[in-house]
């Protein structure tokens, strides 16, 4: 995607975020994260005569080095000038991509000094530690939860399919602990706020963004404290959030993605209270 341009990872978060947009609304998805997987892998085993290379092609006159690099195909011919020989070339196409020999050879330019630190740009670039964030939010740290969801689901299924009048009230008991949905609803919310921005300040949608669990779900990461403030600390901080959220969720000027949004980071405040009287 971006045919191998230095904005190809920006069209790729443009779709990214459209595709997210379209596939929210099926149900089948809550995230869509565009990820550069093959300059991910390269940055990681980045070697020193890459860098050398790269460093070569950096100091080639940039009309030069945009013909020679019309293809993955053209830029590792035998016969091309460039300064790297073509083995060296043809590693650089197969390892990095077009997109990554570019980004490389331009960070370089911009004043990269060495190797490690080409690999850490690289790397931050690529997509990958946002696909990282995404899966331990998501996945890692909500594992709990998920894996009660679903053996609730499958302790339903099996007694809606063998109904007995003693398994009523477990029945019961498993309805009500999927009736409470938020932790799926935080999910949803994380999501869309990577492809919808609510009618919000930058500083409120990252405080929602933190109270909805995007940077973890323990109760000082939500709130945005150190772990050791103290109890007294976060229950005023999460009364604050609760009035601060539940207010804005009842504005009337409010679209209905912002006060539904709104709405899931005071729920999310009151479940910290209600943590901290439990």
Request: with cysteine; glycine share 8%.
């Amino acid at each position: 995607m971006g045919a191998g341009r230095l904005d190809a990872m920006m069209s790729a978060k443009e779709v990214a975020s459209r595709f997210a947009t379209e596939l929210e609304l099926t149900g089948l998805c809550q995230a869509v994260v565009p990820v550069a997987g093959l300059l991910a892998l390269g940055a990681r085993t980045l070697r020193q005569r890459e860098y050398e290379a790269f460093r070569a092609l950096a100091e080639v006159p940039p009309e030069d080095l945009q013909l020679a690099m019309l293809s993955a195909d053209r830029f590792a011919r035998p016969d091309s000038p460039l300064p790297v020989d073509a083995h060296t070339r043809a590693q650089l196409a197969h390892r990095f991509g077009l997109f990554g020999i570019r980004l490389a050879v331009t960070l370089i330019k911009l004043g990269t000094p060495d190797s490690p630190s080409l690999a850490t740009q690289l790397v931050e670039r690529s997509g990958l530690h946002e696909l990282r964030q995404v899966i331990d939010v998501q996945f890692g740290q909500r594992a709990d939860q998920l894996k009660t969801h679903s053996a609730l689901l499958a302790l339903t299924r099996v007694l809606s399919a063998h109904p007995r009048a003693e398994s009523a009230p477990i029945r019961a008991a498993a309805q009500r602990l999927l009736a409470d949905v938020h932790g799926f609803q935080e999910l949803r919310l994380l999501g869309r706020l990577r492809s919808t921005r609510p009618n919000l300040s930058d500083d409120d949608v990252a405080q929602l963004q933190r109270l909805v669990g995007g940077f973890g779900i323990g109760r000082s990461e939500r709130l945005g404290l150190h772990p050791d403030d103290g109890v007294d600390a976060e229950r005023a901080a999460a009364l604050a959030a609760v009035r601060k959220w539940r207010t804005w969720a009842e504005h009337p000027l409010l679209d209905q993605f912002t006060a539904r949004a709104c709405g899931i980071g005071a729920r999310s405040a009151e479940g910290v209270l209600a943590e901290l009287s439990g």
